[in-house]
């Protein structure tokens, strides 16, 4: 298993904080979770508040890095501590140098650069590691925003598949991060 450093979260941003959650996300995580247009391309189902209550409580003292399990870590604005969405990730269980990621915001948060601003800083944490190689990213092809996210934040299209998801035919679209490339970006954005 990968060890993750104790002081991996809470990490601060310019306007952010990736933190655990807390007791008193669960009014706002409910809003957004539960909103059908911000869980349209998501794969979990919304949650009843009680559902609710218990993922906030396991993700308060879950372990973060157990290949096969989804951790979630708080997006909440630095400055008054409010949750405006969250941070999955997973490191695969076969091949523990990989990770994927998936990111929610409330839809009253998208498009102002919270979600880059977020999912930015988690690469980074995840590449200074050292034990990670590649970071990946699965969305539907009709999640535009998301993509331009993605293809943003360096991510390259790998991989397109027709699948089936909640009854109907989509393509889901991979892509890919890798350590090397992420530093040289690093690099030429440090020259810049």
């Known amino acids: 298993m990968l060890l993750f450093p104790a002081n991996f979260l809470p990490q601060s941003t310019e306007r952010l904080i990736l933190r655990r959650f807390i007791d008193v996300d669960l009014e706002r995580f409910l809003a957004y979770r539960q909103d059908p247009q911000v869980a349209q391309f998501q794969g979990w189902s919304m949650l009843s508040e009680a ?8 993700m308060q003292t ?9 951790f979630q870590m708080a997006i909440a604005y ?5 949750l405006i969405g969250d941070i999955g990730m997973q ?3 076969k091949d523990p140098t990989n990770v994927e990621v998936g990111f929610t915001l409330n839809q009253q948060e998208q498009g102002k650069g919270y ?13 200074k590691l050292g034990s990670i190689n590649k970071i990946v990213a699965i969305t539907d092809s009709r999640n535009e925003s998301s993509i331009r996210l993605l293809k943003r934040l360096g991510m390259r299209l790998s991989n397109s598949l027709e699948v089936e998801f909640r009854g109907e035919w989509c393509v889901e679209e991979t892509f890919e991060l890798n ?4 530093l040289l970006s ?6 810049k």
């Open 62 to 70: 879950a372990a973060i890095g157990i290949p096969g399990e989804w």
């Open 91 to 93: 490191i695969y269980a």
């Open 51 to 58: 559902e609710g209550k218990t993922f906030i409580k396991e």
């Open 179 to 182: 350590h090397q490339d992420w």
């Open 78 to 82: 630095k400055q008054s501590n409010l």
């Open 115 to 127: 979600a880059r601003e977020a999912v930015s800083a988690l690469i980074h944490l995840l590449f």
């Open 186 to 191: 690093s690099i030429k954005s440090d020259e």
